[in-house]
């Protein structure tokens, strides 16, 4: 499962981690920007530890970082096409890039990417008992 945006540093970030606090069960993780930032932005940090959910030692990541064959399904939250077509299951999730706002903004996609993980999440727990694998 990736997790993709434009810049790594906020929503991809936000996914990934809801996801691995709460989905590890059907899914392994992770996240890439088209154009990784240099950081995790100090805000998707504190708006995450609001939820418990630790960010410390993530770190952007560019789409050519990450092996993306082992990857069943891909979350695109940047907005634009991918660059590459893949042979993967591509989701796109219309959520605002919360970069260079205030912390009202990033509660606000925080909360809208957890309800979609969330969501997400029991959709594969339904495959999973289906027969499915999870991602």
């Known amino acids: 499962m990736l997790f993709l945006c434009i810049g790594n540093s906020c929503r991809s970030q936000m996914a990934e981690g ?37 960010l410390e030692g993530q770190f952007p990541k560019s789409l050519d ?19 590459t077509r893949l042979p993967i299951e591509v ?17 606000a996609v925080r909360d809208q990417i957890e309800m979609a993980v969330m969501r997400l999440i029991l959709d594969l727990r339904k495959d999973v008992r289906n027969g499915g694998r999870g991602v």
């Open 65 to 83: 970082q990450v092996d993306v064959s082992t990857c069943d399904l891909i979350v695109n939250m940047s907005g634009v096409k991918l660059p």
């Open 18 to 54: 809801f996801a691995r606090k709460y989905g590890s069960d059907v899914m392994e993780p992770l996240s890439a920007g088209l154009s990784p930032a240099s950081i995790v932005q100090p805000l998707t940090k504190t708006v995450m530890e609001e939820k418990n959910i630790n």
């Open 91 to 107: 989701r796109e999730w219309r959520v605002e890039d919360p970069i260079g706002r205030d912390e009202e903004t990033y509660l």
